[in-house]
């Protein structure tokens, strides 16, 4: 079973995916702010992580940077699920390695799990997990 993270500081947000995306068969995490998100990433190693921008403390984009360099969590698929929609976050948020950036007022619940979905699709199989 594909494990995903998601890593938002709205606890709403954060049971409406859960539900939404254990129902499509996924074993989801949820960690409330950035620290927590990058402990638990490390910890379960997710095939993906849902990750918010704008939350307390360090925000998702300094998240998804060390995600990024960290050898352990370099390779997890990371999508920013945020209601920040600027083009110099979306821009930095590529660069740094996101796979994805939505906008969560832009998509409805299905098609949020569609998109995770599609991500989860363009990867080959064999490729889950090579370094385990």
């Not at 254990?22 to 960690?31: I, P, R």
């Not at 999508?79 to 390695?97: C, N, W």
């Amino acid at each position: 079973m594909r494990k995903i993270l998601i890593v938002d500081d709205d606890e709403f947000a954060c049971d409406l995916y859960s539900d939404a995306l254990q129902k499509a068969g996924y074993l989801v995490f949820t960690a409330s702010d950035g620290i927590k998100g990058l402990s638990k990433a490390t910890s379960e190693v997710p095939d993906l992580i849902l990750l918010d921008v704008a939350m307390p403390g360090m925000d998702g984009l300094e998240v998804l940077e060390r995600l990024k360099k960290d050898e352990a969590t370099k390779d997890i698929k990371i999508v920013i699920l945020t209601i920040v929609k600027k083009e110099d976050a979306m821009e930095k948020a590529k660069k740094l390695g996101a796979v994805d950036y939505l906008v969560k007022s832009e998509l409805k619940l299905q098609e949020i799990v569609d998109k995770v979905l599609s991500h989860f699709n363009h990867n080959n199989h064999n490729n889950k997990h090579n370094n385990q």
